[in-house]
Every structure is written in structure tokens, then in C-alpha cells.
């Protein structure tokens, strides 16, 4: 069983600086894509960042310029650098993983980790 584990969140105070960690472990192989998206109350899940097998990165607008998604894969790990943060940015953060086979895809997230912007 795969399972994903976030750290790294926390309180911080607007225009500081946070990274965040996804470990995964169990049997978990050809990794697809793996990515960062946050939550806040109210509101749908929304994609901060994603990195695909070959390296590839996508972020959303507002993470453009601030936000650096990273993996080291020997750790089968994800890592997401947030700078210059912003109140806005206060949510809880979810990791994501798709791997497996290209005909039977599997998905599997993580916990979440709170992040919180003071101004």
C-alpha cells in the first residue's frame, strides 16, 4: 500500500518562506506525475504545482514566480519551496501522485499539511 506523508507547513509570516516535503513509500512505481495542490474551507482543491516523469513542471498563476516544485527520486520524494508568501496563500497543502502502468493509473494523496500566512 502507497502511502504519501507532508511535512514541512506551519505558521509563517507574510513574505517568508516555507518548504514543504512528500514522502512516499510503500510500492509505489513508475511515478507518472506528482503535484501539490491546496484546500481552504469552502473551496475546491485547486493544482499549485505538478511535475511530470520527464522533469516537466506546471504551475498555477499565482504560484508562478514564487513557488518551486522539486522531486529527489531516489527518496521518492517531492519537495515544493514557497517564497514570498502571502495571507492568501494560507490553506492546507495536499500532495498527489499518479503511477502504475499507463493502461491502470493509480492515484494516491497525502494527508495534507496546514500552512498559515500572518500579515
Known amino acids: 500500500q502507497v502511502q504519501l506523508v507532508e511535512s514541512g507547513g506551519g505558521l509563517v509570516q507574510a513574505g517568508g518562506s516555507l518548504r514543504l516535503s512528500c514522502a512516499a513509500s510503500?510500492?509505489?512505481?513508475?511515478?507518472?506525475?506528482m503535484g501539490w495542490y491546496r484546500q481552504v474551507p469552502g473551496k475546491q482543491r485547486e493544482l499549485v504545482a505538478s511535475?511530470?516523469?520527464?522533469?516537466?513542471?506546471n504551475y498555477a498563476d499565482f504560484a508562478a514566480g514564487r513557488f518551486t516544485v522539486s522531486s529527489d527520486n531516489a527518496k521518492n520524494t517531492m519537495y515544493l519551496q514557497m517564497n514570498g508568501l502571502k495571507p492568501e496563500d494560507t490553506a492546507v497543502y495536499y500532495c498527489?501522485?499518479?503511477?502504475?502502468?499507463?493502461?491502470?493509473?493509480?492515484?494516491?494523496w497525502g494527508r495534507g499539511t496546514q500552512v498559515t500566512v500572518s500579515s
Open positions: 511535475m511530470s516523469s520527464r522533469g516537466g513542471t
Open positions: 498527489r501522485f499518479e503511477f502504475g502502468p499507463s493502461w491502470s493509473l493509480r492515484e494516491t
Open positions: 510503500g510500492s509505489i512505481f513508475n511515478i507518472n506525475t
